[in-house]
């Protein structure tokens, strides 16, 4: 159980850390490119991609909640 929770702790700072990296290299990128703004959209896509990640993470979290007490108030 416990590698579990490590597990669960261990992945959003990968996917984080995974984010970070690789917008670092697409804004390094666009310093030399004749034409940075694909560099950008990317550094700034990938930013985006990571938050509404977490946005339907939570949601999940949520509906599940909710879930539970509608069965805890039927009881």
Known sequence: MSIHLKHMNMWPTI????????SFIAMIGALGAENPF?????AWGIWIIYILSLRSKRKKELDKERLIREILDKL
Request: proline letters at 8%; hydrophobic letters at 70%; a positive charge.
């Open 15 to 22: 996917k984080f850390l995974g984010t970070l990296f690789i």
């Open 38 to 42: 694909p560099l950008f959209a990317v």
